[in-house]
C-alpha cells in the first residue's frame, strides 16, 4: 500500500478546518440548533413552491397561529417570543431575507441555507431511493457531454451521431410499420418523477445563492468606495463599470448569466409547460400527493419567479452603487474622516490642561466657511394678535321669529299644508284651479312644482309626452315671498285626494 503523501495529523487536520467551515454556514448552523425541528417545520408549512416569498406582517400572523395551535398540544416545546421577534433573529441568522417588492412592500423569502437545509431535511425523510435508473442514466449522459466536450474529437463525435441515427431510424420503422409503444411501469415512471423533483428542488437555492452573492458584491463595493486611496475619478471609472457587470463578478453569478441565455427563449418555457402538462395528465400521477404534484406543476413559475428575486437584486445593487458614485466623494468622504479623528485627539489632549479663559490654536487647513447669506432677523415667538371679539347682538323683540319666516318663505314647497288642502277635496280638480283658490302664502311658485308632484302621473298621454294642445293649458298667477308675481303656464293636471 502506498504511504500517504503527507502525515496523518496535518492532512486530519486540514480536512477537520474544511468540516468546522462547512459547520459554521447557516445550513448546518439551522440544523444543529435544539429549535431546528420548530424552525423547519414553520418554515416549510408556510413557504411552499407555488409561494416563494410572504408579506412581512401576513408572516407574522400566519407564525403565530401555528405556534399557538403548537402550545394547545402537550409536551411540546415553544418558544414565548413573538412570531416578529423570531422573524427578526431567523433574519439575523441568515435563515430567512427581507426584500422589497415593486410596490415598496416589504416581503420575507427563505435563504439559500434555509432551502438547503429543508431539502436535506425532505430527503431524509424517505420516499426517495437513494439509487435509481433515473439518477443512473442522468449520470452516464452527464459524464458523456462532459467528455465530449472536454476532448472534441471530430471522428468520435460523427460515430456517436450515427449511432443516435440509427437508432432512432430503426425505431421510428418499426413503429410506422405498425409497431406498438411499449407502456413504461408505473413505478419507473414514479422514481423519475422523484429525481426529476430533487433536481427541481435543487433551483431555489442556486438562485438565492445568486441573490445573496449579489448583495456581498454590494457591500464589498461600497466599502472599497469609501476607503479606496486613488482618486475619485479612477474610482468611478472602475466601480461604474463593475456595477454595470455585477453577475459577471461572482461564479453563481457567471452560472446565472448562462441558465438567464437558456431560460431566456420562449419556445423552450412552452415546451417546458407542455410537458408538464403532459406528465401531469398520466395516470400514475393521479395517486402522487397533492404537494409532490403540485411541486412540478409550479415549475414555471418558481423560474420565472427565481429570475425575478436575482434581477431585482441586480438591480437593487446597481443603484446603490450608482447611487453612492453620484453623490459620494471618496477623496472627500476620507479627509473629512481624517479631519474630525485629529481635531477628536486634539479636543482630548486640550481639555484637561485649559481654562476657562484658554484659547486655542485653530485647525487652519480647514476650508473655509461659505455660510452664503445670513439672516439678520429672527422668527417672533410671541403669538400672533388675537383676532378682536365679535359684536354682542340683541334679540329681536319677536325672538328672532320673523327672520325664520323670512327664510322659510324662501324654501321649498309646504307639502303639509298642501296635502291638508288636497285632503279636503270634495270633488276631482286640476293643480291650476287648487292651487289659484289657495291662500297667498301657498301661491308661490315652489307650491306649484309641490301640486305637481303630488299628482304624480296623471293626466294624458299627449301631456306627458310633452306635446299638449292650447286648449289643454292653464295659466296661473304666482306670487314670490317678496309680494312679486309671476304667470306661469302649465298642461291641464288633474290631481284628487292623496294619502298622507
Known amino acids: 500500500m502506498a504511504p500517504p503523501s503527507q502525515p496523518v495529523g496535518p492532512r486530519l487536520a486540514g480536512v477537520l478546518a474544511g468540516v468546522e467551515r462547512a459547520f459554521a454556514t447557516p445550513t448546518l448552523g439551522l440544523l444543529h ?118 476532448h472534441p474529437d471530430r471522428e468520435a463525435r460523427m460515430r456517436r451521431l450515427r449511432a443516435r441515427i ?65 482618486s475619485a475619478g479612477v474610482v468611478v471609472e472602475e466601480y461604474l463599470d463593475a456595477s454595470e457587470s455585477l453577475l459577471k463578478g461572482t461564479t453563481e453569478g457567471r452560472a446565472f448569466s448562462g441558465a438567464m441565455e437558456l431560460l431566456g427563449d420562449p419556445d423552450l418555457l412552452d415546451s417546458l409547460e407542455q410537458r408538464v402538462g403532459e406528465i401531469l395528465e398520466h395516470p400514475f400521477a393521479a395517486d402522487l400527493p397533492p404537494t409532490r404534484r403540485a411541486a412540478l406543476a409550479h415549475l414555471r413559475s418558481q423560474l420565472v419567479a427565481a429570475i425575478e428575486v436575482v434581477l431585482a437584486a441586480q438591480t437593487r445593487v446597481s443603484r446603490t452603487v450608482t447611487a453612492q458614485i453620484r453623490h459620494h466623494n471618496p477623496l472627500r468622504d476620507r479627509e473629512v474622516d481624517a479631519a474630525l479623528r485629529e481635531a477628536t485627539a486634539a479636543m482630548a489632549d486640550w481639555f484637561p490642561t485649559s481654562g476657562r479663559a484658554a484659547r486655542v490654536e485653530p485647525l487652519r487647513w480647514f476650508e473655509r466657511a461659505a455660510p452664503g447669506r445670513l439672516r439678520t432677523t429672527l422668527h417672533d415667538l410671541h403669538p400672533d394678535t388675537p383676532p378682536e371679539q365679535l359684536e354682542s347682538w340683541a334679540d329681536d323683540g319677536d325672538g ?20 291638508a288642502r288636497l285632503a279636503a277635496l270634495e270633488a276631482p280638480a286640476t293643480v291650476a284651479s287648487v292651487f289659484a283658490d289657495g291662500p297667498a302664502a301657498l301661491r308661490r311658485p315652489v307650491e306649484l312644482l309641490g301640486y305637481l308632484d303630488l299628482a304624480g302621473d296623471g293626466g294624458s298621454e299627449a301631456t306627458r309626452s310633452g306635446d299638449v294642445p292650447g286648449e289643454d293649458v292653464d295659466r296661473v298667477t304666482t306670487v314670490r315671498a317678496d309680494g312679486t308675481t309671476r304667470e306661469f303656464a302649465l298642461p291641464r293636471t288633474p290631481i284628487w285626494r292623496t294619502d298622507a
Open 33 to 150: 440548533k435544539a429549535e431546528a425541528p420548530l424552525v423547519v417545520a414553520v418554515l416549510s408549512s408556510v413557504f411552499t413552491p407555488d409561494r416563494p416569498t410572504v408579506a412581512t406582517e401576513q408572516l407574522h400572523v400566519e407564525v403565530d397561529d401555528l405556534l399557538a395551535g403548537l402550545r394547545d398540544a402537550e409536551g411540546a416545546a415553544v418558544p414565548p417570543e413573538p412570531a416578529r421577534v423570531l422573524c427578526t433573529r431567523w433574519v439575523r441568522e441568515r435563515w430567512l431575507v427581507r426584500s422589497l417588492d415593486d410596490d415598496g412592500a416589504e416581503r420575507y423569502q427563505l435563504s439559500s441555507y434555509a432551502t438547503e437545509a429543508l431539502d436535506v431535511i425532505a430527503r431524509t425523510q424517505g420516499g426517495r431511493g437513494l439509487v435509481s435508473e433515473s439518477r443512473i442514466r442522468t449520470l452516464l449522459v452527464a459524464l458523456d457531454d462532459l467528455a465530449r466536450d472536454a
Open 166 to 230: 440509427d437508432e432512432a431510424s430503426s425505431e421510428l420503422a418499426r413503429l410506422e410499420a405498425g409497431g406498438e409503444v411499449e407502456p413504461v411501469p408505473d413505478d419507473r415512471l414514479t422514481e423519475q418523477y422523484d429525481h426529476l423533483l430533487f433536481l427541481v428542488r435543487e433551483l431555489p437555492a442556486d438562485f438565492a445563492r445568486v441573490a445573496e452573492s449579489l448583495s456581498v458584491l454590494q457591500r464589498d463595493i461600497v466599502s472599497r468606495l469609501r476607503h479606496d486611496e486613488r
Open 400 to 419: 328672532g321669529v320673523g327672520e325664520i319666516d323670512d327664510l322659510r318663505a324662501m324654501g321649498g314647497p309646504h307639502h303639509g299644508e298642501l296635502l
